[in-house]
């Protein structure tokens, strides 16, 4: 061991014993040469006595030997004890003189500065401590010698090959070998746990720098232990100078008396803010919120501070939050502006993308006859008049998903079953990626308004009608007098009387068609009356017997007002070309009126004595009458098609739509 520690007797070898056997034995030897002569005097009892004595003298010397051989056994423990403790402890073990050089070492502390220990005594320990941390060595030692208690602190160190470690110092004063004073230092390696500790600060700082708000990380004390990121953009942004740092926000800060700093500008915030936050380290309050403005030079931002306690005890530190609250509070004015609109003059619901209705105004239950809450969660069908066909409302949703908007007016009926005339838009709201979240209705009762304009309409419509009649009808009379004139003409120039009647015949059916459109209400030219008024009118001017034949329980079709008069001119030259070529030398021409392809088709036949243009015995100039008709015909919904059957000519006219359409009014 040691020899600074002490070791036990060294044995003694065999020669020795014997040497000192010998010393005995002759030391013994001569005491026995020459007796004294009280010896030569003691009488055989006393002889016995003594014998007595020295036996139990050596029992006692025996026993004593014992006794040194357990105690030297303990002692012998004892130093085995101390090594283990010593040597072989988990920290190492330094003694420092005042000088701050090392006296004494466990294996431990050699091995945790990477030296021998032999090597290791008097090194400087300031040499194995990182220059950085020197200060905090030598405030300890100072503090030590001056009688103060143990002291402790946190070194980074670095072995004898530059091999850097965290360390942790706990150290007295005390009187060394010799009587001066030395240090007893205990060396404990936290490197792991350092480490361990820096990873999980470093976990915190990015758990920290990932939440939006300001967030400051305080003590019990207070003081500023961790900020995040927007922390130091919140400092930045929100400075005197832009851009420049803010004073004392940083790590190391008292909080609280930064909060004062600010009583001459905020007097009423700055004092709230720190009484708040004494209160939830003090362990008062068991938080603490706050609102305030902050007024910059072009600019007015509102922020919310919050404080809370780390855990349950406000000695582990408390945490501080500040949120910029600008654009909720600007929203939340906007909202009070919005609640003033929306009691507007007009009914307004809001919906979401289901159509189900979220809100309404007052104005849409008075319109209505719906409270709010009958009508939340309900869709619009809720309002639906059978005035109006569900196609139709659904187009309105089609238009309003598709053009964002659609505007226009409605029937729509009120909780007690009354119809009621709508306008207003229905507009879809949409989030940034242009998906429909909500639907806003918006209307006003245009009832009154509409039947006023009805009843106008109608009015203007009666009064047009009737002077479109009377038009039709003075129309009429002077085509008529016209065609009278021609007639008279033709019978005083026989030459010429076919042309006339030709052109009497053309008049007569455009005085027919404003004849039919005057009788009707909105200038409705029936089919079947038409064509037979032109017969009948044909028949008058060439004498010769016209029949029509039109079916029982017919079904109205109208001609479309814009080829009214093109058919009757087609009409009545079908006719007269009927007549001219064989119904007048036989005295008959028959018209039939049958059902057609689809709803409003109809075919439309002429039969007569004779003979087709094309055959030979007709002349080519007589072919003129059926270029005329193919001229006048509709471009479309209108085919004429003629065929010879034996001595008979039939001529089929093939009409349908968009020349004819249903009289859905009769």
Known sequence: MDSQVGHPATPLSVEERLVLRQRAELHLAGQSAFPSAEQETLSPEAMQHLLRELEVHQIELEMQNEELRRTQAERDLAETRYFDFYDLAPVGYVTVSEQGLILQSNLTAAAMLGVARSQLTLQPISRFIEREDQDTYNLLRKQLFEKCPAQSCELRMHKHDGSPFFARMDAIAAPGDDGAQVLRLVLVDITSSKQAAIQR?????????????????LDQYGVIRLVNEPWQRFVLENCVKPRSSAPNVGVGTNYPMFCLTNIHVHPHTATAAHDGIQGVLAGVLPSFNLEYVYQLTNQRRWFSMCALPIGRDPKHGITITHTDITTYKQAEVDLRVAAVAFETQEAIAVMDSQRRILRVNQVFTEITGYSAQELLGKTTKILRSKRQSESSFEDIWTRTINEGKEQGGRWLQNKNGKDFFAHGTTTAVKNQQGQITHYVITFSD????QQQDQQRMQHEAAHRDALVREVHHRIKNNLQGIGGLLQQFASQKPEIAEQMQLV?????????IHGLQGRHDKSRVRLCELTREIAQATSTIWQTEITVD??????FRVVVEKEAVSMALVLNELMV???????????????????GLGADGVELSIVNKGHLHKNKDIPAGRQHGLQLIESLRPREGVTV????RGDQVHTLLQIGTPVLTLDTEN
Do not use: E, Y
């Open 201 to 217: 600060n470093a976990m915190d700082q990015a758990i920290l720098n990932s939440v939006n708000a300001a967030v400051v990380v």
């Open 446 to 449: 245009q009832t009154l308004k």
């Open 504 to 512: 009497a015949g053309h008049l007569n059916g455009i005085s027919i």
């Open 550 to 555: 039109i079916p029982p329980h017919w079904i």
């Open 577 to 595: 070309n009927a007549v001219k070529h064989g119904g007048k030398a036989h005295g008959q021409v028959n018209v039939a009126i049958r059902q």
């Open 641 to 644: 098609t003629l065929t010879q």
